[in-house]
């Protein structure tokens, strides 16, 4: 069964970019199988789905994010990463990195809090 | 406002059978995409409980199932037990201008 961990800064100062990284424990990563995404949940609201990317490099964003995210993928290493810039309070939320196909939804990693606070 | 709408609640007593509508449109479920169902328990993450409309992954009890007809989806769960108590998300995708995943705002299960 893949795992999926997230890591990085759980703090962000406003107007600065928050990045984070999500390691996959087999190398699936390198798949043509599955799509590797970002997507985020603010304290006591649902799921937003922030983007993915396919093992080409290839992207898709959420329209509403789009304009502030940028996801890259790094097969040698097994790892895929989110950066997301000039972050407000409003993107303060538990962000969660998963593994997807259209036949068989998502594998969630067990997400990561970060806070943009001053 | 998210793109598949759901109850925000539902409540039943244990032993009952409640159901969970997803309802989508003609650039979503209606378009023939697939509707996933997930199950989140409190302070944990998603986990997959229904795939691909109506089937469920290994480990997950056949109280679950799922259905889809038109620019819906249901979950429905029978012999409801406390541990059901969690929050419930339907997924698919989308040919329009929301992005190619969307999903429901969530609905809150009530074990009474």
């Known amino acids: 069964q893949v795992q999926l961990q997230e890591s990085g800064p759980g703090l962000v100062k406003p107007s600065q970019t928050l990045s984070l990284t999500c390691t996959v424990s087999d190398n699936s990563i390198s798949s043509s199988y599955f799509y590797w995404n970002w997507i985020r949940q603010p304290a006591g609201k649902g799921l937003e789905w922030i983007g993915r990317i396919y093992t080409t490099g290839s992207t898709k964003y959420s329209p509403s994010l789009k304009s502030r995210v940028t996801l890259s993928l790094d097969t040698s290493k097994n790892q895929f990463s989110l950066k997301l810039s000039s972050v407000t309070a409003a993107d303060t939320a538990v962000y969660y990195c998963a593994r997807s196909n259209y036949t068989y939804g998502y594998t969630w990693g067990q997400g990561t809090l970060v806070t943009v606070s001053s | 406002q998210s793109v598949l709408t759901q109850p925000p609640s539902v409540s039943g007593a244990p032993g009952q059978r409640v159901t969970i509508s997803c309802t989508g449109s003609?650039?979503?479920?209606?378009?023939?995409?697939?509707v996933h169902w997930y199950q989140q328990l409190p302070g944990s993450a998603p986990k997959l409980l229904i795939y691909?409309?109506?089937n469920r992954p290994s480990g997950v009890p056949d109280r679950f199932s799922g259905s889809k007809s038109g620019t819906s989806a249901s979950l429905a769960i029978t012999g409801l037990q406390a541990e059901d108590e969690a929050d419930y998300y339907c997924q698919s995708y989308d040919s329009g201008l929301s992005g190619p995943v969307v999903f429901g705002g969530g609905t809150k299960l009530t074990v009474l």
């Open positions: 003609s650039s979503n479920i209606g378009a023939g995409y697939d």
């Open positions: 691909g409309n109506n």
